[in-house]
Structures are given as C-alpha cells and as structure tokens.
C-alpha cells in the first residue's frame, strides 16, 4: 500500500517561505506523478503544482507561478514544495498526491486523476 506523509506546514507570517516535504513508501516512488493540492475552509480542494516522474514537466496554478517551486529527490523518496512571497490567500491544508502514470495527465489539475493522497499539513499565512 502506498502511503503519503506530508510535513513542513506552520503558521507564518505573509511575506515569509516555508519548504513542505511529503514522504512516499510502499511503492515504486520514482515512477510516479507527483501533485500538491491545497484545500482552504469552505472551498474545494485546488490543484497547486504537479511534477512528473523525472523533472520533465513540471506546471503550476497561476495562482502561485513564480512563487512556488515543486521538486523531488527520487533518491529519498520525496517531493518537495518550497513557498515563497506567502499571501495570507495561501493558507490551506496542503495535501500531496501520487499518480502511478509517469507522464502527467492532460488533467492534471483534478484530484481524482491522483490515486494516493497524504493526510494533509496545515499552512496558514497571517497577514
């Protein structure tokens, strides 16, 4: 069973950076997609950046282009999301997500094109 446990989420100040990192075990890590995907209360759950098996495509919400920037280390097992110019707009509990495919799919932005999903980190950005 693939397993997804993300960390790094804490409340910050806008302005500031964080780095979320999400751990993956129980399956062929370096073979996946990777997403992040944020959650705010009372709204859906929104695609914010996904990655594909090895570096080749990587695409963000326009909501965070040029701020945010998702990476992996296949060694580790790892995908990574460093936050910078956080906007208190970006708080959410930030989950990542697996895909088994290696190339992204043409709908990446939707949830269920992900299999595996992590329990969540809290990010919340004061103003």
């Known amino acids: 069973q693939v397993q997804l446990v993300e960390s790094g989420g804490q409340l910050v100040q806008a302005g500031g950076s964080l780095r979320l990192s999400c751990a993956v075990s129980?399956?062929?890590?370096?073979?996946?997609?990777m997403g992040w995907f944020r959650q705010a209360p009372g709204k859906e759950r929104e695609f914010v950046a996904a990655?594909?098996?090895?570096?080749?495509?990587?695409l963000y919400a326009d909501s965070v282009k040029g701020r945010f920037t998702i990476s992996r280390d296949n060694a580790k097992n790892t995908v990574y999301l460093q936050m910078n110019s956080l906007k208190p707009e970006d708080t959410a509990v930030y989950y990542c997500a697996a895909d088994q495919r290696r190339y992204l799919s043409p709908f990446y932005y939707r949830a269920n094109e992900y299999e595996y999903w992590g329990q969540g980190t809290q990010v919340t950005v004061s103003s």
């Open positions: 990655i594909n098996w090895n570096d080749v495509s990587i």
């Open positions: 129980g399956g062929v890590f370096s073979t996946y997609c």
